[in-house]
């Protein structure tokens, strides 16, 4: 009986039911039951129901394209728009998985040789996250295509060791450290850093600030782009466009850094490079060159333009600020990134509190 994909056949000698298939040009067999337990051709056929899919399943090996295929082709169609998320999905694929998985077929990205090939890798946890969730999306953009069967995604079973754990602890200053910090802090450095902690604004949006972004009679800031490798881009999140409030002693420190830049018309940007003549800010590595020095000279230990962000946070607990008025003004999508991620060091306030808490203890 010709069905498909694959037939049956009763081999009278010993009444038993057999399901015959071609694969890779070989004919295959597989025993599905005896005639007494199947008394009919329809009945045997019913039985070898799973065999019959499973081979509507298969795709021909000929047809199944390469992962630098697909990955080619994904970048055509699929790639998103922004720049810095483009250019970390190009970095995860160029060093890593292309010249590993990049001639086979993209069948081969099963959970067992891809869970130990990210052993291998000298990468943190949080790297291999990431590199699994890239492989997660080409796998759902071959079955998107038709390439491969629509089933689960393999890469849901590979698992990653510590991959909730941080291998690297957020730093935040205290005022103190703070204040030890900018006096080593020539301009525009200076002020960059206290927008950075005053705003919570990440580097890329800071330096996408240009003069009109500032209300100065309504005393408000707007954030409205980024910039990443001197590319202007849409911030990270939607969440990440906000007007902010901007404090009376923030505002004078603004004011005065216009009056004395070069660069004060308002479509300038507010960090403008002399050396690129205005035209674009100071790039991130001008920038983080200097705020090391500046933590070096200062003795504070080692910091990163991402610290100013977390001590805003760590400060916004300090005072007492709620976490939804902390959730708007990290301008988080997510309440769960406020709490989990950012605000994890203590401020001097803090430490203070608890140190008033031990001398209670103590006093028993």
């Not at 010993?14 to 005639?35: A, D, M, N, Q, V």
């Not at 580097?203 to 990443?228: F, K, M, Q, T, Y």
Request: charged share 25%; proline share 5%; net charge positive.
């Amino acid at each position: 009986m010709q069905r498909q994909k694959g037939c049956i056949s009763l081999d009278k000698r010993i009444g038993t039911w057999s399901f015959y298939w071609r694969e890779s040009g070989k004919l295959r067999s597989k025993r599905i039951g005896s005639l007494k337990d199947l008394p009919t051709r329809t009945a045997a056929w019913r039985a070898a129901k799973e065999l019959r899919h499973a081979l509507e399943d298969q795709v021909p090996q000929s047809a199944v394209p390469t992962v630098m295929a697909l990955v080619a082709q994904y970048r055509v169609e699929r790639m998103p728009a922004r720049f810095s998320t483009a250019y970390g999905y190009n970095q995860w694929l160029n060093n890593h998985v292309l010249p590993r998985w990049g001639k086979e077929p993209v069948t081969a990205l099963q959970p067992r040789p891809v869970e130990l090939w990210l052993k291998m890798l000298e990468l943190s946890p949080k790297s291999k996250v990431a590199i699994r969730g890239l492989i997660s999306i080409i796998i759902d953009y071959a079955m998107y295509r038709g390439d491969i069967p629509t089933n689960r995604n393999p890469m849901t079973l590979v698992t990653i060791k510590g991959a909730s754990k941080r291998t690297r602890q957020p730093r935040s200053l205290t005022t103190d450290e703070f204040q030890k910090f900018i006096v080593e802090l020539e301009e525009p450095f200076r002020v960059l850093a206290l927008v950075g902690v005053c705003f919570g604004l990440r580097i890329s949006e800071a330096l996408a600030l240009r003069w009109n972004d500032v209300d100065w009679l309504g005393r408000a800031l707007r954030v409205e782009r980024s910039i990443v490798r001197q590319r202007v881009d849409d911030t990270k999140t939607e969440a990440s466009q906000r007007r902010m409030a901007i404090d009376s002693e923030m505002l004078e420190e603004l004011k005065r850094w216009k009056q004395t830049t070069q660069f004060s018309s308002n479509e300038d940007w507010v960090f403008a490079s002399p050396v690129k003549l205005g035209r674009l800010p100071w790039s991130y590595p001008n920038v983080i060159r200097v705020f090391l020095a500046a933590a070096e000279r200062a003795d504070i230990g080692r910091i990163g333009t991402h610290t100013m962000r977390h001590t805003f946070r760590s400060w916004l607990d300090a005072v007492g600020t709620p976490i939804a008025v902390q959730q708007r003004l990290m301008r988080h999508a997510d309440i769960r990134t406020t709490m989990n991620v950012y605000g994890d060091v203590v401020t001097d306030e803090m430490s203070v509190a608890g140190a008033k808490v031990a001398r209670l203890a103590l006093a028993c």
